[in-house]
């Protein structure tokens, strides 16, 4: 048995039984705590990308660590040692497994990502423009939620119930919600961490993204886009209740700004060139 | 070995990036060390809008300015209260309308009792009369200014400016919370001149932003 087999086999060895160790960790451990958590089904669904991506690698980590450890205590220089190491040639079979399987995974990872992000996670909370291609099926009863970025802060109008605009984010638990993200002035992102939603809000844009929110507490709501002095401060925490609370709130939000609401515009799609008349 | 020609180009490029992080220091560290002074801890406070302030480095840009203790005018957004405490707040409003962006802003939020535009109860104002407002997003303060008319006479053209000189005054009231220091804005799009009528004043502490201090 040549030295390098030897190594080699030591090297799969070390590898196999690291990987066995740490894979159910990061699977079983690691796993439950890796963002965004499951308040809703298109985070659920991120956290699995999270997980699956995280165990999908973490063998190849560990192959590379591996491998780079032992060459570092096996293959070091001595004292003394001035002869210089035997030419390195390539070897076939080991680049040509090395590629197989490292393209496997990356174009496996690449379909099930896909499949998951149009097909059953309806764009796994992402904005999808004006025309969504990822539509869930109970989309034609989803509540239908506008949400307006502004230097600085956040309003939301609720088209279902006379196109009241609130300054806070309640949703229920158990139904679709249909966001429409826009902007009235720059561009702003709207990132609503616990439910795994991040969609840009652009002036004249009308983005919409889906949520199905399944776990009652609340959410971090920030702008991922820098847009001007009080971006840090573009915070709000927004509730996922349930339908008798949501009720209860969106009509005491309805009594509160009964006054207000005759000032509003009709609800529209998004608001843009009209801000430009007012700037200035 | 060089040539006198490649050194002096070599010299010309490190100067050319020694100014260059020059001026980028310079700019830096003066953003960071202007700040207005910040005012003594009061439950009261009065403070006035105006179109221009006249002076500093920004005499023509929008801002607001606030009564000290002993009655004079300061040129500061940085604002102290106490901490679970009621505050009365006073706005001499001198600017003219330019109309909220979001009409949504013209309903008052989160004060104690009713504002009151010059002594009237408001319940909400028609948002192409708005000036400007005085709002506190964390503690969901929001209070729409309106803005003297157009045609009004005796505008005041420069701060600070007095009683004398068309304003409307806005009266209202609001609790603070635990302590901390809260950012304050306009909703208003009224720097005028900067695109969007966000630029410049609006994106200023000491102009149209502040802080609050709640201690």
Not at chain 1, 184 to 191: E, G, I, K, P, Q
Not at chain 1, 223 to 251: D, K, N
Not at chain 2, 127 to 155: C, E, R, W, Y
Request: hydrophobic share 45%; with cysteine.
């Amino acid at each position: 048995m040549s030295r390098l087999t030897r190594e080699a086999r030591l090297i799969f060895g070390l590898w196999l039984v690291l990987s066995a160790i740490a894979l159910p960790l990061v699977v079983l451990v690691l796993g439950p705590h890796l963002p965004p958590g499951r308040m809703s089904s298109e985070a659920g669904a991120q956290t699995d990308a999270n997980v699956v991506l995280t165990a999908v690698c973490t063998p190849i980590v560990i192959l590379l660590a591996v491998q780079f450890g032992y060459s570092l205590v096996a293959f070091r220089a001595r004292p003394g040692d001035l002869e210089d190491g035997p030419p390195i040639q390539g070897h076939g079979p080991t680049q040509v497994v090395w590629l197989v399987v490292t393209s496997a995974v990356v174009v496996a990872l690449a379909v099930w990502g896909s499949y998951t992000l149009i097909v059953s996670s309806h764009g796994a909370g992402g904005g999808q423009g004006p025309n969504p291609d990822a539509i869930p099926k109970d989309a034609a009863q989803a509540l239908q939620v506008q949400v307006i970025g502004q230097q600085w802060n956040w309003t939301y109008r609720f088209p279902a119930y006379r196109g009241v605009e609130t300054k806070d984010l309640e949703l229920p638990t158990g139904r679709a919600v249909e966001l429409h993200v826009t902007s009235l002035d720059v561009a702003h992102s709207f990132w609503a961490y616990q439910l795994g939603v991040k969609a840009d809000a652009i002036p004249g844009v009308d983005n919409i993204a889906y949520v199905h929110p399944r776990k009652r507490g609340s959410f971090m709501i920030r702008c991922a886009e820098l847009c001007g002095l009080w971006h840090g401060h573009m915070y709000q925490t927004g509730h996922v209740v349930t339908p008798a609370q949501f009720a209860s709130w969106i009509r005491g939000e309805m009594k509160q700004e009964a006054l207000n609401l005759r000032y509003l515009p009709a609800y529209s799609r998004d608001y843009f060139p009209e801000p430009l008349r007012r700037a200035g | 070995m060089r040539s006198g020609s490649t050194r002096l180009a070599a010299g010309a490029v490190l100067i050319g990036i020694a100014c260059t992080a020059a001026l980028i220091v310079y700019y830096v560290v003066g953003y960071l060390a202007v700040r207005p002074p910040a005012m003594a801890k009061r439950t009261s406070l009065t403070l006035q809008t105006v179109a221009s302030l006249g002076f500093g480095p920004h005499p023509d840009w929008v801002s607001y300015l606030v009564k000290d203790a002993n009655g004079r005018w300061q040129h500061s957004t940085v604002l102290t209260v106490p901490a679970n405490s009621l505050v009365h707040v006073t706005v001499l409003q001198y600017d003219t309308a330019t109309g909220l962006r979001n009409p949504f802003w013209g309903g008052p939020r989160g004060l104690v009792g009713e504002m009151k535009v010059d002594g009237k109860p408001t319940a909400t104002l028609d948002p192409d009369l708005a000036s400007h407002t005085f709002a506190i997003p964390d503690l969901g303060v929001s209070v729409p200014l309106k803005g003297v008319a157009d045609n009004a006479k005796n505008q005041c053209s420069v701060a600070p400016c007095t009683l004398a000189e068309a304003h409307t005054t806005i009266t209202f009231t609001f609790r603070t919370g635990k302590a901390g220091t809260y950012r304050w804005q306009c909703f208003v799009p009224c720097a005028a001149g900067f695109i969007l009528g966000f630029g410049g004043p609006m994106q200023s502490v000491g102009y149209m932003d502040g802080y609050l201090h709640v201690a």
